[in-house]
């Protein structure tokens, strides 16, 4: 028995309006791919982009994304189950590559029919792409260079995100603007490309529309919204953050293969850097290899981030945001959010003919 939540009103609304006209236009190719009504994808926050917070996304007519993370592909039997129950719109799974069960998670998703699987984290190990393309679901792969954007696209990517270091997170040393100038004009007409990190506002999401994206991702932007059930301590650091104080984490050892973590600043931070050194005496005394320090980093942001937005200790845990933190205000409904986002879009899209 699905008890899923009706859905919203198309969050495009102003069938006369020229501007949003033109955004259902600009967008076509993203929704037409999603399924969905706006396309905009929900970032995959690890404890953030749950149930609750994937299924009122999708029930505004964007796209939620479950953030698998670290867990087991018990637990993710269970999330996507229990999102099923809260909408009847479709919804995608974000795997990281480099999890150990990646495989049986693959599975998992193919049990549950889930239309869409996004691949962070590296490029897709061998034998998952053809996985996930054996089970029917629609493959989106992260894209930090042109090099392997065209790479994901030869090895049978469905749509690529491209995200800039202004997301919050794991990030790259590339700013958002810098790489949608890099890759849409080389790939957007092969492939649908969605541009994340750093957006905040629907003028940013025109400008990224009219450079040919068929759409973006927000995470930052869902965090403070009424679905999620990130700790109130947590949203109100959000909510008072501004743009310079999510940073990036500090690389101790170069031999670490540490991807910068953008977070808000605070005691964590230092933690972090004490974990990377006791990581690195490991590999130091051969007691680990390679694989597992990377696990062990892993390991270490899964926990710390629980303890911030669960248990919403945003001091010794990781509260991560990312730039466009300063324009999050205040706690409102994601289907509030969405209906800003489309509004402000399609203004600007109008003011520029």
């Not at 945003?314 to 999050?328: N, R």
């Amino acid at each position: 028995m699905n008890d899923a939540t009706p859905t919203q009103p198309s969050p495009i609304q102003g069938e006369g309006s020229i501007g949003h006209a033109r955004l259902r236009q600009l967008m076509h190719r993203g929704t037409e791919f999603l399924g969905c009504e706006i396309a905009v994808m929900g970032g995959a926050m690890s404890w953030v982009s749950e149930r609750n917070l994937v299924s009122a996304l999708s029930n505004a007519g964007a796209f939620g994304v479950i953030a698998c993370g670290a867990m087991t592909p018990d637990l993710l039997d269970t999330e996507i189950a229990e999102t099923r129950k809260r909408t009847d719109q479709p919804f995608g799974v974000n795997l990281i590559t480099m999890h150990p069960q990646l495989s049986e998670l693959i599975d998992t998703c193919a049990k549950h029919n889930v239309t869409h699987i996004v691949l962070a984290g590296g490029l897709p190990p061998t034998g998952s792409i053809d996985r996930i393309k054996a089970s029917g679901a629609r493959l989106v792969g992260f894209a930090p260079a042109l090099s392997l954007a065209k790479k994901l696209i030869r090895s049978g990517a469905d749509a690529l995100v491209i995200e800039g270091m202004e997301a919050g997170g794991h990030i790259g040393p590339v700013a958002t603007s810098v790489l949608a100038q890099e890759i849409l004009p080389h790939v957007a007409h092969d492939i649908p490309v969605f541009v994340a990190g750093g957006i905040g506002r629907g003028e940013a999401i025109a400008a990224y529309l009219e450079m040919g994206a068929v759409g973006v991702q927000l995470g930052t932007r869902f965090v403070c919204a009424t679905e999620s059930i990130a700790h109130p301590n947590f949203k109100k650091v959000f909510i008072r953050a501004s743009a310079r104080d999510a940073v990036p984490s500090v690389q101790i050892d170069p031999r670490l293969p540490v991807i910068p973590v953008r977070a808000l600043k605070n005691r964590e931070m230092e933690n972090f850097a004490a974990k990377q050194r006791e990581v690195a005496q490991l590999l130091d005394e051969g007691a680990i290899e390679m694989a597992e320090a990377q696990l062990q980093i892993e390991h270490y942001w899964a926990g710390a981030l629980r303890r911030a937005v669960i248990d919403g200790d945003v001091e010794s845990g990781s509260v991560m945001a990312g730039q466009s933190v300063g324009m999050v205000t205040r706690e409102e409904p994601v289907a509030e959010i969405i209906r800003e986002l489309a509004e402000e879009a399609a203004a600007a899209l109008e003011r520029r003919g």
